[in-house]
């Protein structure tokens, strides 16, 4: 029998979740599964990877086989690192205490880059807002200025409000973009 690591999709239309499992090569994409290891769900940035690392190096030992998007996610989690090292404890290369430093030492490192990644999605969220309000709130002033004076200048300021409406757009579609 043949096994493969693979995803299993759940959720909505629009809204995929995934269950990576153990599954027969055979069995349909969403069918029967030897073993749940893990979820993933893309819904969110960074996407959030919840994977039992222990259990698919015992798969991978065993000589199951992880589809593509599967093998990345793995790769992304450690366990094909945690793979490699069981195999380099196994041929007597290393041993079980420097496996587990490595392994330790690289989940730290990928720690940092993920929590860095995070800091740098909010603080890119908040001056997009900060951005925004700082565009509106000069619509805003040009707004009320315009309306106070019935002079000539009545006139100018109309076009700088066009001017700064325009602006707020371009900043809001920027957001938007983002």
């Keep these: 029998m043949s096994v493969k690591i693979r995803l299993q999709r759940h959720g909505k239309k629009g809204k995929p979740f995934y269950w990576i499992v153990a599954a027969d090569a055979r069995a349909k994409r969403d069918g029967k599964y030897l073993e749940k ?15 039992n690392v222990d259990k698919a190096v015992e798969w991978l030992q065993n000589g199951a086989q992880p589809t593509d998007t599967a093998k990345n996610i793995l790769s992304y989690k450690g366990a094909m690192l945690k793979n490699h090292l069981v195999g380099g ?8 205490e420097q496996a ?7 989940l730290e490192e990928k720690n ?11 603080k890119a969220e908040a001056d997009a807002k900060a951005k925004a309000f700082a565009a509106e709130k000069a619509v805003n002033e040009a707004r009320i200025a315009a309306a106070t004076p019935e002079t000539e200048e009545a006139g100018d ?22």
Excluded: C, H
Excluded at 41 to 50: F, G, L, S, T, Y
């Design 157 to 178: 300021a109309s076009d700088e409000v066009e001017a700064l409406e325009v602006a707020a757009e371009e900043g809001a579609e920027d957001k938007a973009a983002e």
């Design 37 to 51: 290891i893990g979820t993933y769900n893309p819904n969110v940035n960074p996407a959030i990877i919840d994977l």
């Design 89 to 96: 404890v196994r041929k007597g290369a290393l041993t079980q």
């Design 112 to 122: 940092a880059k993920i929590s860095a990644k995070e800091e740098g999605l909010t």
């Design 100 to 106: 587990d430093a490595k392994f330790t030492v690289w």
